[in-house]
């Protein structure tokens, strides 16, 4: 079954340093989201794409973070430079422009902790 | 921002009993709901979905209730089993966005062998 790809599973990195995060989605879903995860709460999205384009941003901490996917397939989340508030799961989701469900496949996710 | 939130943060049950959870939302424009269970380490994963035109769905083991005129979700679950110990999400679409959700707090089930 074809899974959502994250990299790395688990990252610890120092304040005022820059952190990058891959995610591979679903081969053909032309949706790919970022969600930040807090421990104990539930997903928040940081930012949708439609192939190659930002459909929603408006969540994402701009200052510090980005995220681009040039091709439309892979995408890369970046912070720079990390805070300690940053520490949480960055998860990676997608999905097809089926409008019959709007089921998101979710990756493992990447665990960040910055000290 | 909408609100999705939990009625209860932990739930415990023996094996084998059925389990509810519930969710409350606000938007009473939300038209979409997705179920979601996430093991410890993982991400979350599809359980089950409904639309606002629906009362109830079933899938395997799965039952999920919408009342609309109180704007509450529940999750059932029967014969719990081991393995149905997560923490389980509802997520609330907005119509103007289908394909984007907010997600509630979540309920992590326990179940006691």
């Known amino acids: 079954e074809a899974e959502v790809a994250q990299s790395p599973r688990y990252k610890i990195t120092e304040k005022s340093q820059a952190v990058a995060f891959w995610c591979d989605p679903i081969s053909g879903h032309a949706t790919l989201y970022w969600y930040r995860q807090i421990l104990g709460q539930g997903p928040e999205l940081l930012v949708q794409?439609?192939?190659?384009?930002?459909?929603?941003d408006s969540q994402l901490p701009k200052d510090r973070f980005s995220a681009e996917r040039l091709k439309g397939v892979d995408s890369t989340l970046k912070i720079q430079p990390a805070e300690l508030g940053d520490s949480a799961m960055y998860l990676c989701?997608?999905?097809?422009?089926?409008?019959?469900?709007?089921?998101?496949?979710f990756g493992p996710g990447t665990r960040l902790t910055v000290t | 921002g909408e609100s999705v939130g939990l009625h209860l943060p932990t739930l415990s049950v023996q094996e084998g009993d059925n389990s509810i959870i519930n969710c409350a939302y606000s938007n009473s424009a939300s038209d979409y709901f997705i179920w979601y269970k996430q093991e410890s380490g993982k991400g979350p994963q599809f359980i089950i979905d409904i639309r606002s035109n629906m009362d109830k769905r079933q899938g395997q083991r799965v039952t999920v209730l919408l009342n609309k005129t109180v704007k509450h979700l529940s999750l059932q679950i029967a014969a719990t089993q081991p393995g149905d110990s997560a923490v389980y999400f509802c997520?609330?679409?907005?119509?103007?966005?289908?394909?984007?959700?907010?997600f509630g707090t979540g309920t992590s089930l326990t179940v006691i062998p």
């Open positions: 997520a609330e679409n907005k119509s103007q966005r289908g394909n984007q959700f907010y």
């Open positions: 989701a997608s999905s097809t422009p089926d409008r019959s469900s709007y089921e998101q496949y």
């Open positions: 794409f439609q192939d190659e384009s930002v459909v929603d």
